[in-house]
């Protein structure tokens, strides 16, 4: 499996040679530099953790400087990518993938704070009538005799958004390596500014 590291810069339409528009996202992909190779033998499974974003010496602290000594480079974001073949030192570009080719991205999602039931899970609410008390209020949430308790699992109100999410088959529109461009058909997690992964399926 192949994959780089990305940041959202936003979403833009392209024309199509029949004269389609298609809905673009852009990203700036890499460079990465390979920083540690964990093997099977060592580690227990084979990755390659990368860097993306150098940054100056003085904002990495003692445990990362060491981490990343060999590679004689600092980087904002670390991530690992199970078993692609890369070396230590290695520079990863965009054009490990090619127009046309099927990819999947993971990032978080927009946060969107704390949330109720009729937003957070789609509920329907309560009477919208005169007297009513439980306009967007859950409901009922257990029993009375038996169980005595509130199952696990239940839909509740509370922190929605910001969770790790992978959108697949997404469609390499184009890519720009001399500015570490890339494009693809449709929406991506996050916001704009988010940090993501991009894997060949």
């Known amino acids: 499996m192949k994959g780089i590291i990305a940041k959202k810069i936003g979403m833009t339409q392209l024309f199509s040679e029949d004269g389609k528009i298609l809905p673009i996202t852009l990203l700036k992909a890499g460079p990465c530099k390979v920083v540690q190779k964990k093997t099977l033998e060592k580690d227990g499974y084979n990755a390659v953790q990368i860097g993306f974003e150098e940054i100056k010496e003085k904002k990495v602290n003692k445990p990362l400087k060491g981490?990343?000594?060999?590679?004689?480079?600092?980087?904002?974001?670390?991530?690992?990518?199970?078993?692609?073949?890369?070396?230590?030192?290695?520079?990863?570009?965009?054009?490990?993938?090619?127009?046309?080719?099927?990819?999947?991205?993971?990032?978080?999602?927009?946060?969107?704070?704390?949330?109720?039931?009729?937003?957070?899970?789609?509920?329907?609410?309560?009477?919208?009538?005169?007297?009513?008390?439980s306009h967007r209020r859950v409901?009922?949430?257990?029993?009375?005799?038996?169980?005595?308790?509130?199952?696990?699992?239940?839909?509740?109100?509370?922190?929605?958004?910001?969770?790790?999410?992978?959108?697949?088959?997404?469609?390499?529109?184009?890519?720009?390596?001399?500015?570490?461009?890339?494009?693809?058909?449709?929406?991506v997690p996050g916001p704009n500014g988010g940090i993501l992964i991009i894997r060949g399926e």
Request: net charge positive; no cysteine.
């Open 67 to 133: 981490h990343m000594k060999k590679s004689n480079e600092y980087f904002r974001y670390l991530k690992e990518i199970r078993d692609f073949e890369k070396d230590e030192g290695e520079i990863i570009d965009v054009d490990i993938f090619k127009n046309g080719e099927k990819v999947k991205v993971t990032g978080l999602s927009k946060g969107k704070g704390f949330q109720g039931v009729m937003r957070r899970w789609g509920m329907a609410g309560g009477f919208d009538s005169h007297g009513s008390t």
């Open 139 to 187: 409901g009922a949430i257990g029993n009375r005799l038996t169980p005595q308790k509130v199952f696990k699992g239940k839909k509740m109100p509370g922190h929605m958004g910001f969770d790790n999410v992978t959108v697949r088959n997404l469609e390499v529109v184009f890519i720009d390596k001399d500015n570490n461009l890339i494009g693809l058909k449709g929406a």
